[in-house]
T-cell receptor, first 109, second 112 residues
Framework: DAKTTQPNSMESNEEEPVHLPCNHS???????IHWYRQLPSQGPEYVIH???SNVNNRMASLAIAEDRKSSTLILHRATLRDAAVYYC??????????FGTGTRLTIIP | DAGVTQSPTHLIKTRGQQVTLRCSPK?????VSWYQQALGQGPQFIFQ???????QRGNFPDRFSGHQFPNYSSELNVNALLLGDSALYLC???????????FGPGTRLTVL
């Protein structure tokens, strides 16, 4: 499985943008970049995914480097409810999700 | 739409016993995966079911087995429980060939 590297933890102030980085230098051409987050005492929740182009949805934006060896999840305006562990995962279609230890995001009021 | 549901919520067993956990996928989903999450760790993939067959398996011993029924619901069975099997067991469902996966709230298993 291709590996991802994320910082163990990050902090951000409430109502400010948050940029969560992920490195995946061994990504293959068929790997999608997925982001999931896990709030305390809940199962993981899908956030966003992309292949080559930047993606936007109601929750976040995903910026993918041109060489696809890194990506950044962008939360445009963090709220206290965004405090969670964020996982960056590479996955081929119909393949399993391989979770790492993720980035624990703390939002400061 | 109820989303992915799992039962029971919590379970306490003793070493050597057997346990069955149940999962109902989100409406319209046909693929079910099971994950084990130890405290402080990310979820680890156990196996995936599609069309009532195990399609992929993670690095788990044969004590872990599963089943998918014609209505797409699924069971996870663990035999000869060990203390190390204590974890949160998560079920996830999706439509085949779709990327987004939906997780249930999990079953917390404690082995004493």
């Amino acid at each position: 499985d291709a590996k991802t590297t994320q910082p163990n933890s990050m902090e951000s102030n409430e109502e400010e943008p948050v940029h969560l980085p992920c490195n995946h230098s061994t990504i293959s051409g068929t790997d999608y970049i997925h982001w999931y987050r896990q709030l305390p005492s809940q199962g993981p929740e899908y956030v966003i995914h992309g292949l080559t182009s930047n993606v936007n949805n109601r929750m976040a934006s995903l910026a993918i480097a041109e060489d696809r060896k890194s990506s950044t999840l962008i939360l445009h305006r963090a709220t206290l409810r965004d405090a969670a562990v964020y996982y960056c995962i590479l996955r081929g279609i119909n393949e399993k999700l391989t979770f790492g230890t993720g980035t624990r995001l703390t939002i400061i009021p | 739409d109820a989303g992915v549901t799992q039962s029971p919520t919590h379970l306490i067993k003793t070493r050597g016993q057997q346990v069955t956990l149940r999962c109902s996928p989100k409406s319209g989903h046909d693929t079910v995966s099971w994950y084990q999450q130890a405290l402080g760790q990310g979820p680890q993939f156990i196996f995936q079911y599609y069309e009532e067959e195990e399609r992929q398996r993670g690095n788990f011993p044969d004590r872990f087995s599963g089943h998918q029924f014609p209505n797409y619901s699924s069971e996870l069975n663990v035999n000869a429980l060990l203390l190390g099997d204590s974890a949160l067991y998560l079920c996830a469902s999706r439509k085949r060939d779709y990327n987004e996966q939906f997780f249930g709230p999990g079953t917390r298993l404690t082995v004493l």
